[in-house]
């Protein structure tokens, strides 16, 4: 099988996984696009230092998603099942750990963060009538 040439998305989204399991904290899909994209409704409030949070929020769910799987097929990160909830999250291979430790070694700059801006869809307007 061909190797993956892995762009600055795939490291975001390696780095994100690794970021939760040292916290111990293991995501699915889902929970990667959620800290990606900047939505912490509901989580834990640690997410919110992850160095990835926010860092892709143009970014849909189903695309995030291609991503996993592409880093799951070439044996960057790696299932692990749960037999509380009984369901598959997501772990760093040592691949995937050893890919990440050289490119955060030679990057230069943090990642740049967005913080989403909710405007309200319903706002009251005093209007003067005469």
Do not use: A
């Amino acid at each position: 099988m061909k190797e993956l040439k892995l762009s600055i998305t795939h490291y975001k989204v390696i780095h994100t996984v690794y970021s939760l399991n040292l916290l111990s904290l293991y995501p699915n899909q889902e929970g990667v696009h959620k800290i990606l994209s900047g939505n912490d409704k509901n989580e834990i409030q640690e997410i919110r230092n992850i160095p990835t949070f926010g860092t892709l929020i143009s970014y849909s769910s189903k695309k995030i998603c291609h991503y996993v799987l592409s880093l799951i097929r070439y044996g960057f990160l790696k299932n692990v099942f749960d037999p509380k909830s009984e369901d598959l999250y997501l772990e760093v291979s040592q691949k995937g750990k050893d890919y990440l430790k050289v490119f955060l070694d030679n990057k230069k700059s943090p990642y740049h963060r967005t913080i989403k801006v909710i405007k309200p869809s319903i706002v009251k307007i005093e209007k003067n009538y005469k």
